[in-house]
């Protein structure tokens, strides 16, 4: 799978697409608070950190090399598409791009962006009436940004998967999950019991379609 011209150190291609995918996250999220702006950085280090292995410097390649050149030597793995690693380690021959966990990916992201899209409208409607956003994707989930942010993460790791990004996931995971407990501590506070009865009905990240959405 060899390419014309270089395959990484293609710094201006980092900051391009890095730069691309954490302003497009930003006209969907629009972080206000310092949580929001906390998990909103860490999304941005691990975009990041994606495109710098995608684009710079394969430190994952370099530290797997003979394992990958022992276990598949029919492949170069310097070549940029080979960066690809589930399709080239299940034997996709053609084009990655095209390949089962590339298509995952962009499904994985898509839902990703969709859910922060919409999500964002129903809590900024419901911050504007000082009440409590309890429609559109919160009647399924709590924390729909959260599970959006998540779904992206998943989708550019199953598309780029690195050592660095493979340890940021579960570690980001963690962080959304512990700014979800704090967010309801908060809201707890200020909706009391109409809080409780919502979450009591709705899950945090992952909904319960058998339950049918919340109504107040």
């Known amino acids: 799978m060899n390419e014309a ?5 293609l710094w201006l291609m980092v900051i391009v697409n890095s730069a691309v995918f954490i302003i497009f996250a930003f006209s969907f999220y629009k972080p206000k608070t310092s949580r929001d702006w906390r998990s909103f950085g860490a999304f941005s280090a691990f975009i990041i950190a994606l495109f710098t292995e995608m684009y710079g410097f394969p430190l994952t390649i370099f530290v797997l090399s003979g394992w990958l050149q022992s276990n598949w030597p029919g492949i170069d ?6 960066g690809h690693l589930p399709e080239m380690m299940f034997g996709w021959k053609t084009n990655p791009h095209f390949g089962p966990f590339h298509l995952l990916s ?3 992201i898509g ?13 900024w409607a419901a911050q504007r009436s000082g009440q409590l956003a309890v429609t559109g994707p919160y009647a399924r989930v709590r924390h729909p940004q959260y599970a959006g942010f998540v779904l992206i993460l998943a989708g ?8 660095l990004t493979l340890v940021m996931f579960p570690a980001l995971v963690w962080m959304y999950v512990r700014l979800a407990r ?3 501590a908060d809201s707890y506070a200020r909706f009391g019991e109409d809080y409780h009865r919502y979450a009591a009905h709705v899950p945090r990240f992952i909904p319960n379609f058998g339950a049918g959405p919340y109504i107040a």
């Open 5 to 9: 011209g270089p395959s990484y150190g």
């Open 77 to 82: 793995w310097f070549a940029h598409d080979s």
């Open 106 to 108: 962009f499904a994985l």
């Open 111 to 123: 839902a990703g962006f969709w859910l922060i899209s919409v999500a964002w409208h129903h809590l």
């Open 156 to 163: 550019f790791l199953v598309q780029w998967p690195t050592l």
């Open 182 to 184: 704090s967010e309801e």
